[in-house]
Nanobody, 123 residues
Framework: VQLQASGGGLVQAGGSLRLSCAAS????????MGWFRQAPGKEREFVIS????????TYADSVKGRYTISRDNAKNTVSLQMNSLKPEDTAVYYC?????????????????WGQGTQVTVSS
């Protein structure tokens, strides 16, 4: 599966952004999907994930209550709604696909990665 992330940009603290990830292939609905982020000088970290059906999600503590993930298996897309953004949310955001069941959080659980989209939150 190939993934293409989009929707990043520059936003002021407290603002919102919506990222999208478009997937190719007919088996999108069989994959759990996740979003990760990587800030300069830091390791890539888990943000949020959703199972194949969209019925289960999990979040990093740092984004609980602010970020929401959703998917549309008919359109092969997964979206990340980010609200109440903070400067510390600044990073390159990556969407990823995993064949693991449930809502995987480990980077190693994901086999396919998009190219990343930059999110910058100004204070």
């Amino acid at each position: 599966v190939q993934l293409q992330a989009s929707g990043g940009g520059l936003v002021q603290a407290g603002g919102s952004l919506r990222l999208s990830c478009a997937a190719s292939g007919r088996t999108f609905s069989s994959y759990a999907m996740g979003w990760f982020r990587q800030a300069p000088g830091k390791e890539r970290e888990f943000v949020i994930s959703i199972d194949w059906s969209g019925g289960s999600t999990t979040y990093a503590d740092s984004v609980k209550g602010r970020y929401t993930i959703s998917r549309d298996n008919a359109k092969n897309t997964v979206s990340l709604q980010m609200n109440s953004l903070k400067p510390e949310d600044t990073a390159v955001y990556y969407c990823a696909a995993s064949r693991y069941s449930g809502v995987p959080t480990a980077t190693s659980s994901y086999s396919y990665w998009g190219q990343g989209t930059q999110v910058t939150v100004s204070s």
